[in-house]
């Protein structure tokens, strides 16, 4: 009996794909023997003493970043037994799958659009072989993690639309929750503007869907109320206003001051100010570093300073913002960090050659000005689905926020186009791929 047939080769794409996929990390991995270059704490995440021999106070005193990062390292360690190569192969292999999970849901969004297999494949190995998703999933930063929320909260929303399930709703709030627990920038006001949306396109709000949305809402607040309840500050991160003084870059070295700098100095002015006294070292002392707890007022002065700066002078606030913006959709989002251990052997083309800057800025700003048109201009005149666009609309959403966020109130962290890029490229591909499959079927 002849098993191999159209019916369950397509019953099995899925494995087919896997398959695929693993092929092609195997070979780059082997071949060019990529990988992290080696493994960092300190400033997204306590230093490995404190999460490794302190990992629940670790976490309740950790008052710069949100918890749920610098948990899946402590468990990371705890496992591993604080062996570093351990926990570098366990960080790789979990980041390749993620990987692999960002592009299956690539393949399931493109299959809203109708895009029929064989294109939907080439499409995935195009992004199995695209150099950002391999160059992120080689560093040790959350910026993986990050971008499989935001593509798998995405999927969620094409599929509320198709199937109108109360569940995938829930799913696309706690994907947020999970993303506001590692990155500040997400906050609950992201959540509401979903939920919102949501409730406006579907048109099924319920008292009863409030009250559950409002205890949903409260676990988004989780990182802010324990560092009320902790510190007396509300902010998910006391990085806050640090992160918008170097708006102004890189004035803000000047009037606000580097985060280790003067932090015995802020230390006594948090004991006075807070009227709290806390001695663990994870909070005071040199051991302490991007956690000090003087941060807290020293990001508050900043934030002050940077509204003051911008209220004198708005036009170079203004132009800076601009400047960002037209800067980040000209580079690659692997511009703005190290590389990982033999990347640019993979990737070490002319193209992203320094002696070819500028050239390079003006092509990809180009590619991504078209991107927004076309996306804008299909979805204003092309006869696409009502609940495809409504999901499209509320991806938008969530990118505008992402944007904004990115660009209005933070200088120098453009990896975070990361996060929504995908997605934008996804779209682009299934938008065209429908209005070029119905040229051809008027032809």
Request: charged letters at 15%; hydrophobic letters at 50%; proline letters at 3%.
């Amino acid at each position: 009996m002849n098993y191999i047939t159209k019916e369950n080769f397509l019953k099995n794409k899925y494995i087919f794909l896997i398959f695929f996929f693993l092929i092609i990390r195997l070979f780059q991995h082997s071949f060019f023997d990529l990988g992290l270059n080696g493994v960092s704490y300190g400033y997204h995440t306590p230093d490995k003493f404190f999460l490794l021999n302190d990992l629940k106070n670790s976490i309740l005193y950790q008052h710069s970043q949100p918890f749920f990062y610098s948990l899946y390292h402590g468990i990371l360690l705890k496992i591993s037994f604080g062996n570093e190569k351990i926990v570098e192969k366990f960080f790789l292999i979990l980041n390749i799958i993620l990987s692999l999970g960002i592009l299956i849901y690539f393949f399931k969004i493109l299959e809203f659009f109708n895009v029929n297999f064989k294109i939907n494949f080439l499409i995935f190995i195009f992004f199995s072989l695209w150099p950002t998703i391999l160059f992120y999933e080689n560093l040790f930063t959350y910026h993986q993690i990050l971008t499989f929320l935001f593509t798998q909260a995405s999927f969620y929303i094409f599929k509320l639309f198709k199937e109108k399930k109360f569940k995938y709703e829930l799913f696309i709030y706690f994907d947020i929750i999970l993303m506001s627990w590692i990155w500040a920038a997400i906050t609950p006001l992201l959540l509401i503007v979903v939920f919102i949306a949501l409730q406006f396109f579907l048109k099924n709000f319920s008292l009863k869907k409030l009250i559950l949305f409002t205890i949903i809402l409260s676990l988004c607040l989780i990182p802010s109320i324990k560092n009320k309840i902790i510190f007396g500050t509300i902010s998910a991160s006391s990085w806050s206003g640090h992160g918008f003084s170097t708006t102004f870059n890189p004035e803000w070295l000047e009037f606000c001051g580097h985060p280790l700098n003067d932090q015995k100095k802020y230390e006594k002015k948090y004991f006075l100010q807070y009227k709290k006294k806390f001695e663990h070292p994870y909070l005071v002392g040199e051991r302490s570093r991007f956690n000090n707890i003087g941060l807290i007022v020293k990001s508050n002065e900043c934030f002050t300073k940077t509204l003051i700066k911008i209220k004198n002078e708005p036009e170079k606030y203004f132009f800076t913002r601009l400047t960002a913006i037209i800067a980040t959709h000209g580079k690659f989002p692997f511009d703005f960090v190290p590389q990982p251990k033999n990347f640019n052997k993979i990737y070490n083309s002319q193209f992203v050659n320094d002696n070819y800057k500028f050239l390079r800025q003006i092509v990809l700003l180009l590619m991504n000005i078209f991107i927004y048109i076309f996306i804008v201009y299909n979805l204003l005149f092309l006869e696409v689905d009502r609940k495809l666009k409504a999901s499209i609309l509320i991806i938008i959403l969530m990118y505008a926020y992402l944007f904004s966020v990115s660009f209005l109130f933070s200088c120098c962290e453009q990896e975070r186009m990361l996060y929504h890029g995908y997605v934008k490229l996804i779209i682009l591909f299934g938008l065209m791929y429908k209005k070029f499959n119905n040229f051809w079927l008027r032809g």
